[in-house]
């Protein structure tokens, strides 16, 4: 069974950076991306990233500007998400999840694409 765990969140300060992982295991050969989400208090959860095995589809929401890079490591099975000058905003349970497509999606982050979701890793930003 896929399993996913995330880690990396905590409090940082306005302006900081902060990596969030995506640690992957279990039948892993069907599943070929890995997305990013968030879900902030009182929101609906959204989409933030995906990259796939081949690390030739990489999409971001148009609303990060650059500030979020997704990388995987094949290696290590992580897929991991640097946040750079993060606002209060950013405030949200971080999600990764899995999905058997080959490529991401290039008109969103569909839920229906993903299988498999991690717990979730809290990150606070505030001063």
């Known amino acids: 069974q896929v399993q996913l765990v995330e880690s990396g969140g905590g409090l940082v300060q306005p302006g900081e950076s902060l990596t969030l992982s995506c640690a992957t295991s279990?039948?892993?050969?069907?599943?070929?991306?890995i997305g990013w989400f968030r879900q902030a208090p009182g929101k609906e959860r959204e989409g933030l990233s995906c990259?796939?095995?081949?690390?030739?589809?990489?999409y971001y929401a148009d609303f990060l500007k650059g500030r979020f890079i997704i990388s995987r490591d094949g290696a290590k099975n992580t897929v991991d998400l640097l946040m750079m000058n993060l606002k209060p905003e950013d405030t949200a349970v971080y999600y990764c999840?899995?999905?058997?497509?080959?490529?991401?999606?290039?008109?969103?982050?569909?839920?229906?694409?993903?299988?498999?979701w991690g717990q979730g890793t809290q990150v606070t930003v505030s001063s």
């Open positions: 990259i796939n095995s081949n690390e030739d589809s990489i």
């Open positions: 999840a899995a999905g058997r497509s080959f490529y991401c999606a290039g008109y969103g982050f569909p839920e229906s694409d993903y299988n498999y």
């Open positions: 279990g039948f892993l050969a069907d599943y070929h991306i």
